[in-house]
């Protein structure tokens, strides 16, 4: 299978700015580079799959390059919906060196910053080397830009565009770049620095766009209840990664294998075979949690995600790190307490209906405090009794649990 046909099957190719463009591929040896700004100190899973691409052409002979551009953050991308906020210049300096740092950690390629070489161009340069030759008629036609225009787009946001552009002229000049790979909703910018290269220098230049990776309902992969899935582990822990992962869609789940692991396509289907035939086990996605886990978390990370799963559900509370606790109690009722005799506690949560219960409940063994049973309605809870000096975990049965902090 060629690395075209491969991409294909994988489902990473959307738009292609050119037939010739497959031939090059499959030969190897272009420069590409894929990009991100950094509005925000750790990258989520959706960068994940997009620059899982550049290991992908890596390996097919191709040298990768990739961006982390300042000067964009510093004037934000339109998103078609509303502005953005301007971002603040120290802000967005820590989250360049914090997505340098982990750019190179997970994808170990040379970093560049679009800031180096756009932050001495003055203003008529500006409009005379790049702006006089894109069109408004051409910028307006861009899906993002006429979506937004509803609501109102600035000049600023307006002139993204070229700096993208700018961005694709100045790597091909310098660093002989000729393909800028991006998810789909860049196509509009990419698009603009092949027309600027193509009018400056007559240069043939290429782009490749990958769909965005959703979930059934087109939402962006990697964003649970409005929060990202971050990549930095102490963001988003490896327990809550594969929570997430484990918990995707039957129906979206080997679309995920193909775009986020490196297994073959044998392995793929080979999965997918014992998946459709066994959707309850969750073979696929835990395929994918293994995958992905001990990539970006480091070999081992999975199977101690898998422990702490296991270790919550037999109720081993004391043996899991606080954060990774509380991660997994996270949709259980939570109550605040300032400790006391334990039947009182258990009164003011909630958990037991009256003193009488509270104590018809611990002497049956009913209740278990922080994974231990105890029968002594008149416990002391303090600092001592919590986990962490703070939490107290009570199982009622065997599935119904409640969090207290005290306070």
Known sequence: MTLYEDLKWR??????????????????GMTFYIGTDPTADSLHLGH??????????????????????????????????????????????????????????????????????????NIIDFFRDYGKYIN?????????????????????EFSYMLIQGLDFKYLHENRGVDLQVAGSDQWGNITTGIELIRKTTGDEVYALTMPLVTDSHGNKFGKSEGNAVWLDKNKTSSYELYQFLLNSEDSMVIE???????????????IEAEHHAAPEKRLAQKALAREILN?????????????????????NIKEIPVRDLLIGLKNVPHFETN?????????????????????????????????????????????????????????????????????
């Open 11 to 28: 489902g990473l190719i959307q738009d292609i700015s050119s037939p010739d463009l497959i031939e090059k591929l499959n030969a190897g």
């Open 48 to 121: 994940y799959s997009s620059f899982l691409i550049t290991r992908r052409l890596a390996a097919a002979g191709h040298t990768p390059l990739l961006l982390v551009g300042m000067a964009t953050a510093l004037i934000g991308d339109p998103r078609g919906t509303v502005e953005r906020k301007l971002s603040d210049r120290n802000e967005v300096m820590h989250n360049y060196d914090c997505l340098k740092t982990q750019l190179q950690k997970i994808f170990p390629y040379e970093v560049v910053n679009n800031y180096d070489w756009v932050k001495d161009l």
């Open 136 to 156: 408004v008629g051409y910028m307006l036609s861009k899906d993002l830009i006429r979506r937004q225009m509803e609501s109102g787009i600035s000049y600023a």
């Open 256 to 270: 995920y294998l193909k775009r986020l692991t490196f297994l073959s396509r044998e392995e793929i289907e080979a």
């Open 295 to 315: 990539d970006l978390h480091g070999e081992g990370a999975y199977d101690e995600a898998v422990r702490i799963s296991e270790q919550l559900f037999a109720g």
């Open 339 to 407: 400790g006391g005799a334990l039947a009182d506690v258990l009164v003011g949560a909630g958990v037991c209906a009256s003193k009488r219960e509270a104590r018809e409940f611990l002497s049956n063994g009913a209740l278990t405090i922080n994974g231990d049973v105890v029968k002594d309605p008149f416990l002391e809870i303090n600092a001592d009794a919590c986990i962490g000096g703070k939490y107290l975990v009570v199982r009622r049965g065997k599935k119904k649990y409640y969090v207290g902090e005290l306070v």
